[in-house]
Antibody, heavy 117, light 110 residues
Framework: EVQLVESGGGLVQPGGSLRLSCAAS????????MHWVRQAPGKGLVWVSR????????TYADSVKGRFTISRDNAKKTLYLQMNSLRAEDTAVYYC??????????WGQGTTVTVSS | QTVVTQEPSFSVSPGGTVTLTCGLS?????????PSWYQQTPGQAPRTLIY???TRSSGVPDRFSGSILGNKAALIITGAQADDESDYYC??????????FGGGTKLTVL
């Protein structure tokens, strides 16, 4: 079964850092681009970041550029999102997703990040 | 900055047909934007319905279809059922490794 399982969410103070992880199984992880997408409480989906197959190419939404870093470990079949200088507006459920033909086809269940003092 | 537009809400009768659209604040949507559609119910992760304009994801009923209508991408639901009542999101690939979601459409079946 193709599966993505996120972890690492939690409560963090403004200005703090957090690293999210996404464990992949049931498919050849190294063959796919991967994304992070977030959803603030009661709001819509927002694309955050994408990484290519070997991790050499990354892109970010303007709202997180310079603060967030996407990375991957293909040997561990794991995607990461390092989040620094967190703000209240980063509070959201964070989903990792698999890319297929310039879209997101498989989604994890999400992990919740709350930025609050 | 280009905004991806969707109807905030829509209503359809059971058994009816509804067309949800996904446009751009400036310009036309084409297949080059690889429009995709997702269904989400409260508290759940999104479910992929349609990708690359009109390719149905595995397990998605054929009453869901996608196309380009005029200058927008469209999600057509025929024979709407009660459990189609959900939020629907589109996403467009803007090029240069950037994707943008629309604001979502809340579909009511009544």
């Amino acid at each position: 079964e193709v599966q993505l399982v996120e972890s690492g969410g939690g409560l963090v103070q403004p200005g703090g850092s957090l690293r999210l992880s996404c464990a992949a199984s049931g498919f050849t992880f190294s063959s796919y681009w991967m994304h992070w997408v977030r959803q603030a409480p009661g709001k819509g989906l927002v694309w955050v970041s994408r990484i290519n197959r070997d991790g050499s190419g990354t892109t970010y939404a303007d709202s997180v550029k310079g603060r967030f870093t996407i990375s991957r470990d293909n040997a561990k079949k794991t995607l990461y999102l390092q989040m620094n200088s967190l703000r209240a507006e980063d509070t959201a459920v964070y989903y990792c997703t698999r890319d297929a033909s310039y879209t997101m086809d498989v989604w994890g269940q999400g992990t919740t990040v709350t930025v609050s003092s | 900055q280009t905004v991806v537009t969707q109807e905030p809400s829509f209503s359809v009768s059971p058994g009816g047909t509804v067309t949800l659209t996904c446009g751009l604040s400036s310009g036309s949507v084409s297949t080059n934007y690889y429009p995709s559609w997702y269904q989400q119910t409260p508290g759940q992760a999104p479910r992929t319905l349609i990708y690359s304009t009109n390719t149905r994801s595995s397990g998605v009923p054929d009453r869901f279809s996608g196309s380009i209508l005029g200058n927008k991408a469209a999600l057509i639901i025929t024979g709407a059922q009660a459990d189609d009542e959900s939020d629907y999101y589109c996403v467009l690939y803007m090029g240069s490794g950037i994707w943008v979601f629309g604001g979502g459409t809340k579909l009511t079946v009544l």
